[in-house]
Structures are given as structure tokens and as C-alpha cells.
């Protein structure tokens, strides 16, 4: 048989412009978007192969762009994917043509080209080498990347406008545009450089979706562009902020998050109240102080004066002749500076929640995790430092505020077939309030549903489960049942005391909870365990372990998991001269406890990183968290807690940390240790109550 012959590579080529020509008929606006940020990557590309240029002693700008341009073309037309050899040969022979050393242009066309084609190929295949499985985002979950991508690119514009003020425009321009507009421009080079200074600062704004963060950075980068062309035809820096402009417009619908309504009315009082003041302050000064300058001011004219200087941050005309004066003139700029930039972090603030939840919002939450609650957190989310989320479908969202981080303690709680709608629900709320958002200790459960709403997902260790239907003390260790018979031995005994407690157990519990919070810093946990509170304590059933005089060394309070066939303690806490063996008599006790009453399971809580990054395959995340439990054991003892509850024969639970993109871990890592360490939004507050 005749193999049939390729396609000729001509009539494959016209397909592929007859199709792209339908698209943008069909798509007008994809196609301008698709247009816009070709733009701005073919400037980068350019601005790339200039550096190099420069950085090898070519200084002809003319030679570059023809190179660029030849080989752009040489890319599209070849027949070899990528253009690999000949772009690079093609872009050397331009630069020889124009009289650059052929080592200097092998050189430069094969930098430019690692750069901008194998070192982003390579980091590709890497990063594809590491995805398992790919689970598609439902439409509806807003997107993280443009958000993310327009950071990035406000924040170079704002380097872009910073670098070109500090900078002398080139003479032959300043020439032409002297002759174009024969009132000079004074503010251009200012302009721009505040420009930058607001662009940086707005790009975390853009990074976090915030809608005034877009409506101002539209703002500034139209003003950076015509800044540039007015300060000396710097059109280069004005294509790159108008491209940015542009492509901002064109994605307008993924900047959705509300900033804080209060901060935003305090900050424009602030800017009222500072205009009012440095006007005030600025004209009485000019009028008063005209000796300090070549000008003499009217009361108008320094009215005007003063108005210029604190909103346009330029000088129309102001000449000081003594060391006062341009300390006077300086004054202005500052307090102008420092009341627009308070004012931009009162704009961008995220939504506050300046108010613990409700009495009724609290009892709505306790009603659902009573009937759904099924884990060891399911009581915390009871505790007062909590806020709620309801959805629709009867679950409840129980979260902790630290600054911009939504933190959820565990699982939605609610009906098995509401966890996607209630993950979804608590995902836009974040989204609209400018909020970071993860979802702490969760179970394997519901990772398919975190997936398909956006989400990703890392193992954070595992939970340590205790089976006390085949608990039995002659198959433990013998040191511990060595302990076990030396303390009954000697009169130590546990009593279980039923709640609620009177004044007598709650003064002796407490006591002995005072001198174990002294020896370590006397600070209470909080967020994921409970603090010493005398309502919450109360109302728990207390283990406690007696002396032989009779007097409380150690104790235990009990929590319920409601729907599971399981029993946890939260606080368990002993006098520094409780004996060796104190914690395990007592754990053993509530062993034994927890099987007389029916309970088939018992829960010893979280054993942090255990186990995480040890496997192949692991994701790169979780093998760092794998290095902070071997080497951070100086700062928390990981190891040590893990060893503690392994000699218990515990079976070992996955739990996870689930999070919308890996650039947020840091300030979720962070949200995490300050929220177990008190440090949650009103924690202090309720503690007093």
C-alpha cells in the first residue's frame, strides 16, 4: 500500500489563518483580549533582548528590533516546532549584518532565547511532570489567575514609571515635544513617579480581586501613560501602561471583592479633613511667609498655590529663597503624601467582622452541629471566637478572622449532600469580601468537592484514633503499665464528675489550670482547642486525678462529637507536682471510661506533619512541611507529641489543608499559628466577657 503523503505544509498554514480569521469574527472580544496580551508579552520579549543587548555592548536599538523582528517571522513560518535552531541562527546573522561580532550575536541570540523559550519550556515540563490528575474548576468558581497575573503587571508598571522618573528623557525628544507644545510640562517626571509609587501598592489590591484596586490602577496607569508622553514622549513606557489599561478593562469582571465600607469612609474623612487643614495651613503660610520666596502671594494665588502642591504633587511656580521656606514648601508635599497613601490603605482594606456572631446565629450553629457534628473540632466551632456562615442547605461554616484570612476549622457541618454547595457558598463570600480562604483539619471525605470548587489540597498529619472496644492493658508497653500500677499503688485515684460543676470542682480545676498556664507563659490557646472559660468548663464532664490527701493534680475535660461513635478531651492540664506517669494514668482511665460507655473510639487529636512528605509522589509543599517536623522540634515538639501517642497503638486518620492557590500558604501558614495562639480576630475580647 502507498502511504498517503502529509498535508503540504502551505495549504496547513492557510488553514490555520482561515480558522484563526472565523474566531475573530466569531469572538471579537477573546480576540482583542487574546490581541492584548500577545502585546505585552512581544514588549517583555523586546525589553528582554534589549538588556541582553546591552549587557554584551550592543547599543544599537535598531540592530535589535530588526533581529526581534526577523526572528518573530523565521517562529511562525518554520516548519520545525518552536523555530529551535533557526530563530536562534537567524536573529545571529541580523546582528552580524549590522556589524556586531558573530560570537557577540551567537551570544546574545542564544541568551535571548534561553530566556524567553527553553528556561520557561523547562520550568513547564517539570511543573507537568508533578500533576497527577486534572480536576476541572466548575465555571462558576471565580478565577484566581488573572487576578494573581494583574498584580504582577500593575506592580512592574509601577517599576516601569518609578525607573523612567528618575530618569533624564532623551534630549532629541524633549526637543520635539518643545516644539509640539510650547508651554512646558513640569509635572511630568513627579506624575509618574507617584504613579509608580500607586501602582505598587494597588498591586496587591489587584492580587486579592479588590474593585477599588482596578478602579484606581485603571485610573493611575492612564495618568502614568500620558505622564510619559508629556514628560518627554516616552512612548515605550506609555504603550506598556496603556497595554495593561487595556487588558484591565477587558477583564473588568474578575475584580469583585468589596472593601471595608467603614475603613472606606474613615479614609475619606482623613482626605477631607487633611485638604482642608494643609489648604488652610498652605495659604495662611504663603500669604504670611511671602519673604521666604521670590513670589509675593495674594490670598488666591497662594490658595492655589497650596491646591496644586497637595493633589498634583508639582511645583506651578514656587521659588523659595531661604532654608524655611523650602521646609514650609516640603510640608505640603508630605502631608499630602502620607494623606493620599493612608487614605489608598483605608480604600483597599478588606471587609472587617467587628463583632462576635450573634446570640441567635450561635444557636442556629449549635442546632445543626448537634444533629450533623461528627468529628473531634465539632464542639470548638461552639466556642466564642467563632464566626458563621450558613448556606442554604442546612450547614454551617464555622471561621476564624486573621487580618485577610478566612480560616475554617474543619469540614462545612451540615447534610452529606449539601458539603459542595456550602464549600462554594463560603468560597464566593470570601471572594466578595477580598478575603483569603482555607479550610483547616478537614477529612478526606470531601477533597473531590474542595477540587471542583477551585481548591487545592495538602496533607497536614493525622489524627491518632484509639480503639477501646480492644484497648486492654496487658498487651501495653511495660513501662506503662508499671506507671499505672505504681500510682494506684500509691492512693492516686480518677473520679468522673458529671456536668454541670459547682463552685467547689470549678475553684479546684481552675487552680490547678492557673499554675500549669504560669510555667508556660500563662497564654491560652485558642481557634482549634478551647481556653479555661468557667461557662465552657462547666458544662463539660471533668476527669480529674486525686491524691491520696485528696486534692485535684490533674484533670481532664470531656467533649461530646455528637453524631460519631467516638470521645475526645480538649484541655488536660496538671500541677508541676503531679508524679511521672500522671497523663498516662489519666488517658488510660479515659479509656476505660469511654468503652463503659458504648463508645467504640477515642480520639487523641492531631499528631502535626507526622507521616507528611515521607512518600513518593508527595507534592513539594507537603516535603517542606516534612523538613519543619524534622528540624523545627527545637521551636514545637512535633516528634515528641507524635512518639506520645503512638505508644497507644492508635490508628492514624489523614487530615488536610485545603486552600485555593499555594502563593496564599504563607499568610495561611501564618493565619494558622496565630489563630491556635490567640491571636484570631476578637479572641481577647470574648476571653473577658
Not at 464566593?428 to 474542595?450: E, K, M, R, V
Request: with cysteine; net charge neutral.
Amino acid at each position: 500500500l502507498r502511504r498517503e503523503s502529509p498535508a503540504p505544509w502551505a495549504l496547513v498554514a492557510a488553514d490555520d489563518f482561515s480558522d484563526a480569521a472565523k474566531l475573530m469574527t466569531e469572538t471579537p472580544a477573546a480576540t482583542i483580549r487574546t490581541w492584548m496580551v500577545s502585546v505585552v508579552g512581544h514588549v517583555f520579549d523586546l525589553l528582554s533582548l534589549v538588556a541582553v543587548g546591552i549587557a554584551f555592548g550592543c547599543h544599537n536599538p535598531g540592530a535589535l528590533l530588526a533581529a526581534y523582528v526577523v526572528g518573530i517571522v523565521v517562529w511562525l513560518t518554520s516548519f520545525i516546532p518552536q523555530g529551535v535552531g533557526l530563530v536562534e541562527g537567524a536573529m545571529a546573522l541580523v546582528l552580524i549584518s549590522f556589524g556586531i561580532p558573530p560570537v557577540t550575536a551567537t551570544a546574545i541570540s542564544l541568551i535571548f532565547r534561553g530566556l524567553t523559550f527553553w528556561l520557561p519550556f523547562m520550568a513547564g515540563f517539570f511543573a507537568l511532570r508533578k500533576v497527577k490528575t486534572f480536576e476541572p474548576v466548575e465555571r462558576g468558581a471565580p478565577s484566581v489567575l488573572v487576578p494573581r497575573i494583574a498584580g504582577l503587571l500593575t506592580g512592574v508598571a509601577g517599576l516601569v514609571n518609578i525607573v523612567s522618573a528618575v530618569t533624564p528623557s532623551l534630549r532629541n525628544r524633549v526637543m520635539l515635544l518643545e516644539r509640539l507644545m510650547p508651554m512646558q510640562v513640569q509635572f511630568g517626571h513627579l506624575t509618574a513617579a507617584v504613579a509608580g509609587v500607586g501602582l505598587l501598592l494597588l498591586s496587591r489590591g489587584l492580587w486579592r480581586s479588590k474593585r477599588t484596586a482596578w478602579v484606581i490602577a485603571c485610573s493611575l496607569l492612564a495618568i502614568g501613560a500620558v505622564s510619559h508622553l508629556a514628560k518627554g514622549l516616552d512612548w515605550e513606557e506609555a504603550v506598556v501602561s496603556a497595554a495593561i489599561l487595556g487588558w484591565l478593562l477587558l477583564e473588568w469582571r474578575h475584580f469583585r471583592a468589596r472593601s471595608d465600607v467603614p475603613s472606606i469612609r474613615q479614609g475619606l474623612r482623613i482626605l477631607l479633613a487633611a485638604f482642608l487643614v494643609t489648604v488652610a495651613y498652605g495659604t495662611i503660610g504663603f500669604w504670611l511667609l511671602d519673604r521666604h520666596f521670590r513670589l509675593n502671594f495674594g490670598l488666591v494665588a497662594a490658595v492655589r498655590q497650596t491646591v496644586v502642591m497637595f493633589t498634583q504633587f508639582y511645583d506651578p511656580g514656587l521659588q523659595p529663597i531661604t532654608r524655611f521656606g523650602r521646609w514650609f514648601a516640603g510640608s505640603i508635599y508630605v502631608v499630602g503624601m502620607v494623606t493620599f497613601g493612608y487614605a489608598l490603605v483605608m480604600l483597599l482594606r478588606s471587609v472587617l467582622v467587628r463583632a462576635p456572631a450573634t446570640d441567635a446565629e450561635r444557636a442556629h450553629a449549635q442546632e445543626i452541629v448537634v444533629h450533623h457534628g461528627r468529628t473531634s473540632l465539632a464542639r470548638m466551632l461552639l466556642l466564642a471566637d467563632k464566626f458563621y456562615s450558613f448556606s442554604d442547605g442546612g450547614s454551617v461554616v464555622g471561621f476564624a478572622k486573621v487580618r485577610d484570612v478566612a480560616l475554617v476549622l474543619g469540614d462545612p457541618i451540615g447534610p452529606a449532600e449539601d458539603a459542595v454547595p456550602a464549600i462554594e457558598g463560603f468560597r464566593d463570600l470570601c471572594a466578595h469580601n477580598g478575603w483569603l480562604c482555607a479550610f483547616y483539619q478537614t477529612l478526606p471525605d470531601n477533597l473531590q468537592a474542595y477540587r471542583a470548587a477551585g481548591f487545592e489540597a495538602v496533607r497536614i498529619g493525622d489524627e491518632a484514633v484509639v480503639d477501646v472496644r480492644d484497648f486492654d492493658m496487658a498487651t501495653q508497653r511495660k513501662s506503662l503499665r508499671s506507671r499505672m500500677r505504681k500510682l494506684a499503688a500509691e492512693g492516686y485515684e480518677v473520679e468522673m464528675v458529671r456536668a454541670p460543676q459547682d463552685v467547689r470542682v470549678m475553684r479546684e480545676v481552675r487552680a490547678v489550670s492557673d499554675e500549669w498556664l504560669a510555667e508556660r507563659g500563662g497564654q491560652e490557646m485558642g481557634f482549634s482547642l478551647g481556653w479555661f472559660d468557667d461557662d465552657y468548663i462547666s458544662g463539660c464532664d471533668l476527669m480529674v486525678l486525686r491524691s491520696p490527701t485528696g486534692h485535684v493534680e490533674a484533670f481532664a475535660n470531656i467533649i461530646s462529637e455528637y453524631a460519631a461513635d467516638e470521645a475526645t478531651i480538649d484541655l488536660m492540664r496538671h500541677r508541676s507536682s503531679a508524679p511521672s506517669g500522671t497523663m498516662d494514668f489519666l488517658f488510660v482511665r479515659l479509656f476505660e471510661w469511654a468503652r463503659e460507655e458504648g463508645f467504640a473510639w477515642f480520639n487523641l487529636g492531631l499528631s502535626a506533619l507526622a507521616g507528611v512528605g515521607e512518600r513518593r509522589g508527595d507534592l513539594a509543599v507537603e516535603r517542606l512541611l516534612q523538613l519543619v517536623y524534622e528540624y523545627g522540634n527545637r521551636f514545637y515538639s512535633f516528634r515528641g507529641l507524635h512518639d506520645y501517642k503512638a505508644k497507644f497503638s492508635p490508628e492514624w486518620q489523614p487530615r488536610y489543608l485545603v486552600y485555593r492557590a499555594s502563593s496564599e500558604l504563607p499568610a495561611i501558614f501564618s493565619a494558622i499559628v496565630r489563630a491556635n495562639a490567640g491571636g484570631g480576630a476578637l479572641l481577647p475580647r470574648v476571653r473577658r466577657r
